[in-house]
Each structure stands twice: as C-alpha cells, then as structure tokens.
Nanobody, 121 residues
Framework: QVQLVESGGGMVQAGGSLRLSCAAS????????MGWFRQAPGKERGLLGF???????YYADSVKGRFTISRDNAKNTVYLQMNSLKPEDTAVYYC???????????????WGQGTQVTVSS
C-alpha cells in the first residue's frame, strides 16, 4: 500500500516558478517509478513526466526545459520544479506511483489527491 499527498500548489504570475512536493508513505517508495500528471478543466488528464527508482527521467514536450522532476528516497518524496510558468499550465497536478518492474512505467496503481496550480497573465 502506497499513499501519496501532493502539496505546494497555489497562484503565481506568468513567468514565475513553483515547486510541488509529493510525500509517499511506506518503506517501498524507492521501488516505485513516480509520475506527474495534470488536468485542466474540461480536458483529459495528461502525463507531464516520470522518474525511475534510480533517477532516470522523461518529460513531455510541452514542459521539457521548464519542469524538472527529482526524488529524495530518504524522505519518501518526489518533487516537480516548475519554471517559466504560463497561463496554459493552470491545472490540478497529481503525482502517481507505478511498480518499478518495467521501463517505461506501466500502470500507475496509486494516486494523490491533486493540488491546484493557477498561473495568471
């Protein structure tokens, strides 16, 4: 059982930065791949990127060069650093965990509750 809780969302002006955190429970956190997703109103939830158990990363083209995913296994936490934010980045952001048995990750079995990010112009 893995439980995830996102934090760090809020309001920021275009061009600003924000760092989201995802705290995980359990002692098996380091065995999971971690993904970040977002969902804007009326749109489908989309993948932003993911990080493997050993730190390998992937980013969607829409955020590549602006967003950075990292993890601290000792703290059971994964981070999403967001820079050069745009109004179109406004969405609910979710973290999720997938078994570390395949690469790229397969099914994400555990999800956080989401945190709102609003970017004003």
């Amino acid at each position: 059982q893995v439980q995830l809780v996102e934090s760090g969302g809020g309001m920021v002006q275009a061009g600003g930065s924000l760092r989201l955190s995802c705290a995980a429970s359990g002692r098996t956190f380091s065995l999971h791949h971690m993904g970040w997703f977002r969902q804007a109103p009326g749109k489908e939830r989309g993948l932003l990127g993911f990080i493997s158990w050993n730190g390998s990363t992937y980013y969607a083209d829409s955020v590549k060069g602006r967003f950075t995913i990292s993890r601290d296994n000792a703290k059971n936490t994964v981070y999403l650093q967001m820079n050069s934010l745009k109004p179109e980045d406004t969405a609910v952001y979710y973290c999720a965990a997938a078994p570390g048995t395949s690469w790229p990750p397969g099914k994400y079995d555990y999800w956080g509750q989401g945190t709102q990010v609003t970017v004003s112009s």
